[in-house]
């Protein structure tokens, strides 16, 4: 057998080996680790020796886990390794981020081209988030049961493919439909991203490659529409080849995905293992833990569809970052809107300059990652003392900025203002927008553990339904309140949001110990699980 990996037989072991809180051993032979099997009776486990059988009659499994410094365990990748991946999965983040605020761009040759209404191809942009929102809760099982690495695969094909379907659209149903499938496929680099950082980094190292996955999630939505801004004004491209180069782009990039992004989800890779041993020794007691400890796929999906929104409902942490990170994701989406108008009505600003306007998004999600460089010295620091409640230092910060920047951005709507102060808000406010996404993500996974992924996909839909809403009534304000009060309105919501953080961080252990799922992440971690 190979010395890499060892056999442990405890039965009521975690089924999760998640990379950074895995079971650790002394290395066996085949010999010795087939002496010690665990019997699990009335609760209680006891050792007994090779060859003796359960009170049913059978013998008990051999269960296949890492060794020490295993390379073929993710978290043991090479540091260069886990930078390709890390760095691939943000690309993909980084495209389908670009892919959402690229659209709208595109939209005067759209409705002249296939006359659709200014609502028709809003709808575009907010199905593409409703899209993101719903789909996680599938595919976090199957990557369960598959691995990762495939869906990124088949995702990947299905999200370029639909660039292809955008582009050939005759009418604005096909675009509507494809934009839904888009955002459906390209969830996978939202999403899937993040669990995939956290197999192969350990929690220390973790801040630096999750900042990057936040600065492509929020950066890339103002980069795409840089490009695709001075796309549509060259009168021999427009809306089309706005799809078509993205398409170029994603397809090679895609051809790229197979050869380097290898398969990290650990107990994925122990159920391969325990299969080759099966089948290269004949013996059937050699298992991966999870084999037997997880659920059908039936079950997985039902688990996964109603966990995240029973978190949603219930868990007053997932509650109050949801409604916060959704608010904010949902001005996001309606700048995405609502910029075009702004700066055309009130600046008297080409497509192409308009487009330009959007470089204030990447700006300020850089400046936010700086932001979060101190503010993971600060967790460093203070983490033995307050915990998880450490990661919310900055995200205070940016609680006070949201509004700020709102404000900002609603009183310089003036012709006799220079643009730049308008942009300067939009700054402001993408600074804001990256530390509170990266601050919720990083404090909802310390809180609940083995339960975080529920809790992001809770967070997730949420925050993606509210993107997929607030566009569709952004004309009908603007209109109705103007460009100041409408975002003014805006900034009063954020203020009445802005405690949330400070409630956290000062009552924190508190609430977290009147919660039900983050109480028992509380317990195992201090019966050493």
């Known amino acids: 057998m190979d010395p890499r990996f060892h056999l442990t037989s405890e039965l009521d072991l975690p089924a999760h080996n998640f990379p950074h809180h895995h079971h650790h051993g002394h290395g066996h032979d085949h010999r010795e680790a087939s002496e010690e099997t665990a019997e699990k009776t009335s609760g209680a486990t006891t050792s007994t020796r090779s060859g003796t059988k359960d009170l049913e009659g059978f013998e008990e499994p051999l269960y296949v886990d890492w060794e020490d410094g295993d390379p073929r365990n993710p978290?043991?990748?090479?540091?260069?390794?886990?930078?390709?991946?890390?760095?691939?999965?943000?690309?993909?983040?980084?495209?389908?981020?670009?892919?959402?605020?690229?659209?709208?761009?595109?939209?005067g040759s759209m409705l002249r081209d296939i006359k659709a209404t200014q609502l028709e191809a809003t709808t575009g942009l907010s199905l593409y988030a409703l899209g993101f929102g719903v789909t996680p809760l599938l595919t976090s099982s199957f990557s369960e049961e598959l691995g990762r690495r495939p869906l990124y695969i088949g995702s990947g094909i299905i999200y370029t493919l639909m660039y292809l379907m955008v582009a050939e659209a005759k009418n604005i149903e096909t675009v509507l439909i494809a934009r839904f499938l888009q955002g459906a496929a390209g969830s996978t680099g939202s999403t899937m991203v993040g669990g995939t950082i956290a197999d192969i980094w350990p929690a220390a190292e973790r801040g630096i490659p999750m900042a990057l996955f936040s600065i492509a999630a929020i950066g890339g939505t103002g980069l795409g529409p840089v490009a695709s801004g001075w796309i549509e004004m060259n009168p021999?491209?427009?809306?089309?080849?706005?799809?078509?180069?993205?398409?170029?782009?994603?397809?090679?990039?895609?051809?790229?995905?197979?050869?380097?992004?290898?398969?990290?989800?650990?107990?994925?890779?122990?159920?391969?293992?325990?299969?080759?041993?099966?089948?290269?020794?004949?013996?059937?007691?050699y298992r991966a833990r999870i084999e037997d400890e997880r659920a059908s796929l039936r079950q997985l999906i039902y688990i996964s569809c109603t966990r995240p929104i029973y978190l949603l409902l219930t868990e007053p942490i997932v509650i109050a970052f949801s409604a916060w990170v959704g608010f904010a994701w949902g001005i996001l989406y309606c700048l995405i809107e609502s910029i075009s108008g702004v700066f055309r009505d009130v600046h008297g600003f080409t497509v192409g300059q308009v487009g330009t306007v959007f470089a204030a998004m990447p700006i300020g999600a850089t400046i936010g990652w700086a932001i979060n460089l101190y503010q993971e010295r600060l967790y460093r620091k203070y983490f033995p003392v307050r915990g998880a409640d450490a990661r919310l230092y900055s995200a205070c910060g940016a609680a006070v900025l949201l509004p700020i920047a709102m404000f900002i951005y609603a009183w310089c709507a003036y012709p006799t203002i220079t643009w730049v102060a308008q942009a300067i808000g939009i700054v402001l406010f993408t600074t804001a927008a990256f530390v509170i996404y990266n601050g919720v993500f990083s404090y909802l996974a310390d809180c609940?553990?083995?339960?975080?992924?529920?809790?992001?996909?809770?967070?997730?839909?949420?925050?993606?339904l509210m993107g997929f809403a607030f566009p569709l009534f952004t004309t009908q304000m603007f209109d109705a309140l103007g460009y100041r009060w409408g975002n003014t309105l805006f900034a009063l919501v954020a203020v009445v949001l802005m405690p949330i953080p400070f409630i956290l961080l000062f009552w924190g252990p508190k609430i977290r110990r009147s919660s039900k799922f983050s109480r028992m992440v509380l317990e195992q971690q201090a019966a050493g699980k």
């Open 75 to 107: 978290v043991n990748f090479s540091r260069r390794k886990k930078w390709l991946i890390t760095a691939m999965g943000a690309f993909f983040t980084l495209s389908s981020a670009a892919t959402a605020g690229s659209y709208n761009m595109g939209f």
């Open 236 to 285: 021999h491209l427009g809306w089309r080849w706005i799809q078509w180069i993205q398409m170029i782009i994603s397809g090679v990039f895609f051809c790229i995905v197979p050869f380097v992004m290898s398969e990290t989800r650990s107990p994925v890779l122990l159920t391969r293992l325990a299969k080759k041993l099966r089948r290269e020794t004949g013996d059937r007691r």
């Open 448 to 464: 609940y553990g083995p339960f975080a992924s529920s809790a992001l996909a809770g967070q997730s839909l949420a925050r993606n």
